[in-house]
């Protein structure tokens, strides 16, 4: 029975590189996959709620 763990955090990725459970090609790829996941996702929140970020501006303004 083997569970297969996910994750999405680059500092995770990261981890894995440093214990060797992860070769660095692939690390790489799989932070540019979590920004780019990330990048996409704050996309689709703000064209999804776009009256909200005029309410909450202050939490854009490091993202810009």
């Not at 996959?33 to 703000?46: E, F, P, T």
């Amino acid at each position: 029975f083997l569970i297969q763990g996910a994750h999405f955090n680059p500092a995770i990725t990261a981890a894995f590189v440093c214990v060797g459970k992860f070769y660095v090609l692939r690390a790489v790829l799989y932070v540019i996959a979590q920004v780019g996941g990330a990048v996409a996702g704050a996309a689709l929140a703000r064209v999804t709620f776009p009256k909200s970020g005029k309410k909450m501006r202050y939490v854009y303004t490091f993202l810009v």
